[in-house]
């Protein structure tokens, strides 16, 4: 099978069994195919973690969940030594985030030492344990979620951290329309003792689908607009209005690679081999909200991050 086929195939699936998250949907395949990871942030019952596990259950990998708490410990999540009296050795057993796509369920409610132990796997793509160097999957996808309401047990993620997921994705309510087939499906799916999906996709079709993506054209234009925009987080005194006023701190350098891989993957899901200012515009919010720290005031007068980012797409125009 042609690897948008599968890719598409994931993605009509997906929809079906999460109604009324088309761009959440969206957002999980753009990250799969432009190898990052994804901060889910949303209320509860809001079918975040329906969305990762459908997606596991949709591709031929491996799942693992890790539920975040107070009194996790780093080695759970990686793994330890275990001492063999057999043969009087140590052995590595491996953790949960030896898997290929791991949900880091309600992430901040473990503490900074726990959430740190992501740090050099979601980035490096490897786990070190008693000076001992373990490879990852090449299939390896962190699929994040944190409840945005709590703040009692709850340890907000470093900003370091934050910068290590490609995309963030704020997870809303549905319509009223929406929440009446939810309720159908829900019940049509206990009715029939659970979800009917379709045959997995082999990993080999994702890998085939990001060697496209890499094929995929981005002018010297788009690629200026894109540096333009992360530019302009930086500096938003040189714009007219209120971004001056809202932004402390712009995006870093990964804010550039992660509007460029998120775009060719947005491109090529919809069927064309070049990436258009639209196609940026898209996947800019998702790309930049979390790498942009606001001012007390933009705090105080309750403007989220993706209001700023949307405001900035208004202030810089593509050549």
């Not at 997906?14 to 209320?43: F, P, W």
């Not at 030594?81 to 290929?100: C, D, L, M, W």
Request: proline share 6%; with cysteine.
């Amino acid at each position: 099978m042609d690897p948008r086929e599968s890719i598409l195939q994931i993605s009509e699936a997906m929809n079906q069994a999460i109604l009324g998250q088309q761009t959440v949907v969206e957002r999980l395949l753009i990250a799969l195919l432009a190898d990052g990871h994804v901060l889910l942030e949303g209320l509860p019952g809001t079918a975040k973690t329906r969305s990762i596990k459908t997606l596991s259950g949709l591709i031929e990998s491996s799942f693992s969940r890790i539920q975040f708490t107070p009194d996790l410990l780093p080695s759970d999540v990686t793994g330890s030594e275990i001492y063999r009296e057999q043969n009087a050795t140590f052995e590595f057993q491996p953790g949960p985030v030896f898997g290929n796509l791991i949900l880091a369920d309600e992430i901040n409610r473990a503490p900074a030492k726990v959430q740190s132990s992501l740090l050099e796997a979601m980035e490096e793509r490897q786990v070190t344990v008693a000076g001992e160097t373990h490879r990852l999957p090449d299939l390896f996808l962190v699929l994040a979620t944190q409840n945005p309401i709590e703040q009692e047990g709850t340890y907000p993620l470093p900003e370091a951290q934050m910068d290590r997921f490609l995309l963030y994705v704020n997870v809303d309510y549905p319509v009223s329309e929406n929440e009446l087939a939810i309720l159908r499906l829900v019940r049509k799916e206990k009715a029939s003792q659970g979800q009917q999906l379709p045959t997995p996709v082999p990993q080999e079709a994702i890998f085939a689908a990001r060697k496209q993506i890499f094929d995929i054209q981005v002018a010297a234009a788009a690629e200026q607009y894109i540096v333009d925009l992360v530019l302009a987080t930086r500096h938003p005194d040189r714009f007219e209005g209120k971004l001056s006023h809202w932004i402390r701190l712009g995006a870093s350098p990964r804010g550039t690679l992660a509007l460029d891989a998120a775009a060719r993957a947005h491109a090529w899901l919809n069927h064309q081999d070049f990436v258009s200012p639209d196609n940026i515009r898209a996947v800019a919010p998702a790309c930049l909200a979390h790498r942009v720290h606001l001012t007390y005031e933009a705090e105080a007068e309750g403007i989220s991050r993706t209001d700023v980012i949307e405001e900035l797409l208004k202030m810089v125009v593509a050549i």
